[in-house]
């Protein structure tokens, strides 16, 4: 991912050197930051998807194991600001800041144990994400984001998901997920792809409790505005 990254951005860097448009010198900077709201489907991969058996506890040599069902399609909501730390460079091509998104909820399904209540057994988040943000100015009002960010969540999961005496936890918190992401924006319209990864900690906020780490990877399509 890292050197797909550098790829794309070394060879859009030599085209605007090399092959600058008409009135290039005095091309306006288009790149600016405002408020953006997304929303978007949460599609869970990996172990998150299939389902994981865990032993609680880090260094524990307990035998007793907790069921986490398999996560199904999900939806998320973020709202956050594009933050640009100085001004455009290589023509006005590209632009550096942080990407801030300042609410972050989250949430995933799952098959209910119990058909009588049906949020039981879903998966719940909400969090922040901060990170370094590049976006280049192709053309006219088209916009290429590409991000990576650090993200902390808090979570919760209701219902009983085993007979381990009790020991299921239902919040859990993780404050170091990442995320990659690729947007497009065209003027208002915001459209962008984001791979989440990570652990899930869930010891209802109670550090004598023995821990119970999940795999919580995601993909999640995004759709929305920016102001």
């Known amino acids: ?132 943000l590049i976006t280049i100015n192709p053309i006219d009002r088209l916009m290429i984001d590409l991000s990576w960010k650090i993200n902390a969540n808090v979570a919760y999961s209701e219902g009983e998901w085993d007979s381990y005496q009790g020991s299921y936890s239902k919040f859990g918190m993780n404050f170091f997920q990442q995320e990659v992401s690729l947007g497009i924006r065209y003027s208002l319209i915001a459209m962008q792809f984001q791979y989440s990864f990570g652990n899930m900690v869930y010891n209802d906020f109670d550090n004598s409790r023995k821990k119970q780490k999940i795999r919580a990877d995601n993909i999640r399509i995004m759709i929305g505005f920016q102001f």
């Open 1 to 132: 991912m890292k050197r797909l990254l550098t790829f794309l951005l070394t060879t859009l860097l030599l085209f605007s050197f090399l092959f600058p448009a008409d009135g290039q010198e005095a091309k306006s900077n288009r790149i600016k930051g405002g408020f953006y709201l997304k929303l978007g489907a949460v599609i869970p991969v990996g172990a998150y998807a299939a389902g994981q058996i865990i032993i609680p506890g880090v260094s524990t040599k307990s035998s007793s194991t907790l069921s986490y069902l398999p996560a199904k399609i999900g939806g998320a909501l973020d709202l956050g600001y594009l933050i640009y730390i100085g001004p455009a460079f290589a023509n006005k091509f590209l632009r550096a800041g942080i990407d801030a998104t300042f609410l972050s909820f989250w949430f995933n399904s799952t098959k209910p144990v119990d058909p009588s209540k049906p949020a039981y057994h879903w998966y719940y988040y909400v969090g922040q994400k901060f990170g370094p």
